[in-house]
């Protein structure tokens, strides 16, 4: 479905967030080790629903495990909380992939990848402001706002394949289950390039 910004109908556009690492130091920051990284570092997160192979990541920061596995390459790892959070609530737009992880030669289970398969389009073109930023490729983003969304609580847009976005009802689920180790951050407030610190966290 396509969306505006602001609407004539009584109904406001949903709203959107931008869900990621809470970048606590306490939990747990892992590094990819296996599965071939490279490969795993290029692709976007809808891409990631057609991986077969094995994901290995070696944890080196960090005292607690959380529902939510960080990483160097920021694919989300995640709980067997989570994925049976998304299937009891009937969260279709995702997919998980076999992942290990291991910390200090143990094994940690009950860990799985996550692919998310809902598409939100292109990213609304006035988010982008002031082109690149200096001496790199990388647009500064100025928030995020799907111009074709398919209606999935779990998306990423084509511009931003390695951003998870979530809608509210995704957000109500996660704090009421006391999901740890993500962070909720209103897509219009999403920055890259200017400086937004410290975040809301919703």
Not at 6 to 19: E, G, K, N, T
Not at 115 to 139: E, F, M, S
Not at 150 to 173: H, N, P, Q, S
Request: aromatic share 12%; glycine share 8%; with cysteine.
């Amino acid at each position: 479905m396509a969306l505006t910004r602001s609407s004539s109908v009584a109904s406001p556009p949903p709203r959107f967030y931008s869900l990621g690492p809470t970048w606590a130091t306490k939990y747990y920051w892992a590094y990819a080790e296996g599965g071939s990284p490279r490969e795993l570092a290029a692709m976007g997160l809808r891409e990631l629903g057609q991986f077969k192979g094995r994901a290995v990541f070696e944890v080196r920061e960090g005292a607690v495990a959380a529902d939510f596995i960080w990483n160097d390459i920021l694919l989300p790892i995640v709980s067997q909380k989570v994925v049976d959070i998304l299937l009891r609530n009937r969260i279709e737009s995702y997919s998980t992939f076999e992942v290990e992880v291991h910390r200090a030669s143990k094994t940690i289970s009950g860990y799985f990848g996550l692919a998310i398969l809902g598409r939100g389009g292109l990213n609304d073109p006035k988010a982008y402001r002031d082109g690149p930023l200096p001496g790199t490729q990388v647009q500064r983003v100025n928030g995020l706002f799907p111009t074709s969304w398919d209606g999935c609580d779990l998306f990423t847009l084509d511009d931003a394949k390695r951003l998870i976005l979530a809608t509210e009802r995704v957000r109500i689920l996660f704090k009421k289950e006391k999901v740890t180790n993500c962070r909720f951050t209103p897509a219009e407030e999403f920055s890259v390039g200017y400086s937004t610190w410290p975040p809301k966290q919703y």
